[in-house]
C-alpha cells in the first residue's frame, strides 16, 4: 500500500535477503524484526533450557558417582579393616597360643629339673647315711678294742629319730638312733648290740656321732 506521496505505508516488509525489516515511511530503520526477536529469544531461551538441564544432569551424574563411589571405597574400606582386624586377632590368639605353649613347656622342663635336684639330694643324704654308719662301725670297732663294748662288730644301721625323714629336703639337721650289731640273729631272729647316735647337718655336709642314744 502507498501514501499519497507514492511511498509505501510504514511497516514491516521483506528485504532481498528475506530478513524483515521495517519502513517508516520514507527510510528503513535497522530495527529488529518483532516476530524475529521473539523466535530469537525463544531458541536462545530453549537453548539455555537445555543447556541448564543438560549441565544438572551431568551434575546430578557426578554427584550420584561420586557419591556411588565414596560409598564403595567406604564399603571397601570398611572390609579392609574388617579384614585386617580378623587377621590381627587370629594372629594375636596363634602367638597367645604359642607363647603359652612355650611357656607350659618351660615350666614343665623347670619341675623336671627340680624334680631330678631333688632326687640327687635325696640320694646324696642317703649316701651320706652309709657313710655315717661306716664311721660309727669304725668307732665301735674301735671302742670293742678297747674293752668299753664287746665284739664282734657286725654292722652299724642309722634312721632318723621320730619325726625325721631324709625325703624331707626342707629339713637342714638330722639326728639319728644308730644300733652297732654285735651278734647273729637267735632263734627268734633278735640281735644284740650297742646304741650309738648322729647329728647330720645337711647345709654343711658335716656329721657328728658318738656313743649312746641320741
Not at 525489516?21 to 529469544?41: K, M
Not at 558417582?65 to 571397601?76: E, H, I, N, T, Y
Not at 607363647?99 to 618351660?106: D, G, M, N, S, T
Not at 623336671?112 to 668307732?139: F, G, K, N
Request: aromatic share 8%.
Amino acid at each position: 500500500m502507498e501514501n499519497k506521496n507514492g511511498l509505501a505505508e510504514p511497516g514491516w516488509y521483506p528485504g532481498p535477503d528475506g530478513v524483515q525489516r521495517y519502513w517508516d515511511g520514507t527510510t528503513w530503520l535497522s530495527i529488529p524484526a518483532p516476530e524475529s526477536g521473539r523466535q530469537g529469544n525463544s531458541r536462545r531461551v530453549r537453548a539455555w533450557l537445555v543447556a541448564g538441564i543438560a549441565s544438572a544432569v551431568i551434575v546430578g551424574l557426578i554427584i550420584v558417582g561420586l557419591m556411588f563411589k565414596a560409598d564403595r571405597d567406604r564399603a571397601l574400606a570398611e572390609e579392609s579393616a574388617r579384614a585386617e582386624e580378623a587377621a590381627s586377632i587370629a594372629a594375636a590368639e596363634e602367638a597367645a597360643s604359642i607363647e603359652a605353649a612355650e611357656e607350659a613347656e618351660r615350666v614343665r622342663e623347670e619341675e623336671e629339673r627340680a624334680e631330678r635336684r631333688q632326687e640327687q639330694e635325696r640320694d646324696a643324704r642317703r649316701d651320706s647315711v652309709d657313710e655315717i654308719e661306716a664311721s660309727i662301725v669304725t668307732m665301735a670297732e674301735e671302742h670293742a678294742a678297747s674293752g668299753l663294748i664287746d665284739g664282734p662288730i657286725l654292722e652299724a644301721i642309722c634312721s632318723p629319730v621320730a619325726g625325721g625323714s631324709l625325703d624331707d629336703l626342707a629339713e637342714q639337721t638330722t639326728v639319728f638312733d644308730c644300733f652297732v650289731i654285735t651278734t647273729e640273729p637267735d632263734e627268734n631272729g633278735s640281735q644284740s648290740g650297742y646304741n650309738y647316735n648322729a647329728t647330720m647337718n645337711w647345709t654343711t655336709s658335716q656329721y657328728t656321732y658318738g656313743f649312746g642314744s641320741p
